[in-house]
């Protein structure tokens, strides 16, 4: 079974936290420089207000119906994640996934039947709520896709108490024909026009399409949807679509990494490829968050939980600049001492399009320079393959290279691994 674990209204809620007469007032949070509403709260969304309405246009709507407006305070947002993320990582230290800065994946083989699964469930999200005041919703399904779902049942329906479980095919069924496809994860309203052309309207509807058509419509991708749905889990965190933030994030192989050499290469290399998603979709990013931790398998050696979160002054997606910054993120808060890291992350979030960007006054850095050398390097990329041109601390020890214990050698390709005939 899997939980998803997302935060209701994250910024909105972190607001709340720090202000409680807020509880019922609608809330709206501007991007950068107060530009335009970037997030809403529940009320906020009832009153009609429109996600990226610029503030100027609104400014008079909202003081009418007494919304409460907020600048946004990324540093309180990225704290009160990370607050929010060492709960669920102590729940379920090696099945926490981060997904996004204010959601994560539960993988909870193995620590339960499903009812007891639930009853945790409802205790975690009751827990997260005491101790950090932000109020999370948990789906909880056999799939990614279909906890997502879950999850938008249980923000619905408050009867739920935090955690919406679908866990038979009964439940199953029911949810799918509510739930309108567009609504379904990795589906998306592009594909909304081509699927109702067919007729299909609920998720249900698409499931009872074979696994031949939905790949003639929507190739793989759309056949891992139509198999999640079915309950074949077969979508890993990495693949699934991001709006809010870009995750990377990787487990480490054996005992983990123990140098900040190792866990920094690691880390280079996961900026690096959030830097290029960010290019891939004419976007850039204003926070970043590093992430790593250690296994509580290894209670014979301390655990460490590293988690910080800086801002750029003007949004980028910069290799060079991500790239750095996270290195300097991880070192800030890098402990002396022995810790096996099993897995590490960078998150960039607080994203905007490309096109729109406000600059600072006093920035050091040459955009226009900058964006020439990134053009020139993602071509040579494109032409010759990824990290082709790479920035020096991404290395090529690969120490940190991903989890794979069930891969052979490589007998045929790699020096070290060429089998030995006794003598
Ligand atoms: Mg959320």
Redesign the pocket.
Known sequence: MYAIV?????YASCERVFNPGLRTTPIVILSNNDGCIIARSNEAKALGIKMGAPFYQVEDVLEQKGVAVFSSNYNLYGDMSRRVMRLLYEFCPDGFMQY?I??AFLDLDGMGTPEQLHQSCIQLAKKIGRSTGIPV?IGLAPTKTLAKMASKFGKKYKAYQGCCMIDTDEKREKALKMFPIEDVWGVGWRNRDKLAYYGIKTAWDFTQKSEGWVRNLMHVTGVRTWKELWGIDCVDVEELPHK?SICTSRSFQGEGLTSLGDVEEAVANFAASCARKLVEQHTCCASLTVFAHTSRFRTDVPSSYIYHTGTFQVPTNNLQEIVSQAVKLLRDEWKVGTYYYKKAGVIVWDICRDNAIQTALFDPIDRNKQAALTKAINEINRKNGHNMVRVAVQGYSKNWHLKSEHLTKQYTTNIKDIIQVKS
């Open positions: 997302d935060c209701n209204n994250f996004s204010d959601e919703t809010k």
